[in-house]
């Protein structure tokens, strides 16, 4: 009872099924801004899936201004993209190579979202958070995701400040993008990730954890008690909350 507590105090479990705690971090392990490293970026599953795609390809020098003359969309220039992101000019060449030759039309649609998660997590069905993850990025509701839009939002979630990565958090847990977070949306999200993995990580996780989970989330973060729980409310309430934001180092686990 006690180890899922610790679980369920975080903001979302570990993937790798680590206890979250602050007790079972090691000295400096609170949350920092992690550094620019291919090892930092590697742990995100989006990341693996571009970057495998480019093992069988040597590089290109010709993708080097991120053009391509065959696609339905052409994406930013890559001076643009450096400075509206984190990334070094060689990572966003080096993801762009991958994103083109796994998405010739320079576009990612739902489907893939789903195919992806499912190579990741076979054990679990990622189908449901797949497709929360998916309108997270597709901010326009296009119904396809550029690549523009790919890597801003994985700039964010591996480098961004703790700001950053917060408000992104909220976004994807505010399913209806009206501002607030109810118990129905968290609910919904946490589920999601203990259908895709939840169940294989170390303790046991029972059925009734992602309700729990919620309950701790509000009793938090619903200072007013209204029912809901703003963005201000969000990101205040984690940037004091050690739990939490251990949680939020490891939010790339799942992305």
Request: proline share 4%; charged share 25%.
């Amino acid at each position: 009872m006690q180890a899922n507590e610790k679980v369920v105090d975080g903001l979302m479990p570990d993937a790798n099924g680590k206890d979250l705690s602050p007790a079972a971090q090691t000295e400096g392990s609170k949350w920092q801004k992690p550094r620019i490293t291919r090892k930092s970026l590697m742990k995100c599953c989006l990341v693996k899936w571009i970057i495998d795609s480019t093992t069988q390809q040597g590089p290109d020098s010709s993708d080097c201004d991120l053009e391509l003359s065959m696609v339905r969309h052409q994406p930013e220039g890559l001076d643009q993209l450096q400075a509206q992101t984190q990334f070094t000019r060689k990572e966003l060449q080096s993801l762009y190579r991958g994103f083109k030759n796994e998405c010739p039309s320079g576009l990612v649609d739902e489907e893939t979202f789903k195919s992806i998660y499912s190579q990741f997590f076979p054990q679990g069905d990622a189908t449901t958070y797949a497709h929360f993850l998916f309108n997270a990025f597709d901010m326009d509701r296009s119904g396809s995701i550029r690549f523009e839009d790919f890597v801003l939002g994985l700039s964010v979630l591996l480098r961004g400040s703790v700001t950053e990565k917060l408000r992104w958090a909220f976004n994807l847990y505010d399913i209806n993008k009206d501002g607030c977070v109810t118990k129905e949306e968290m609910l919904a999200i946490m589920t999601s990730i203990y259908d895709m993995m939840g169940r294989y990580t170390l303790p046991s996780v029972r059925d009734d954890s992602p309700f729990e989970h919620v309950e701790k989330f509000f009793q938090k973060m619903d200072r007013n008690r209204d029912g809901v729980v703003t963005v201000e409310e969000f990101i205040e309430t984690c940037q004091k909350d050690e739990n939490i934001m251990a949680s939020m180092q490891l939010f790339e686990n799942v992305i």
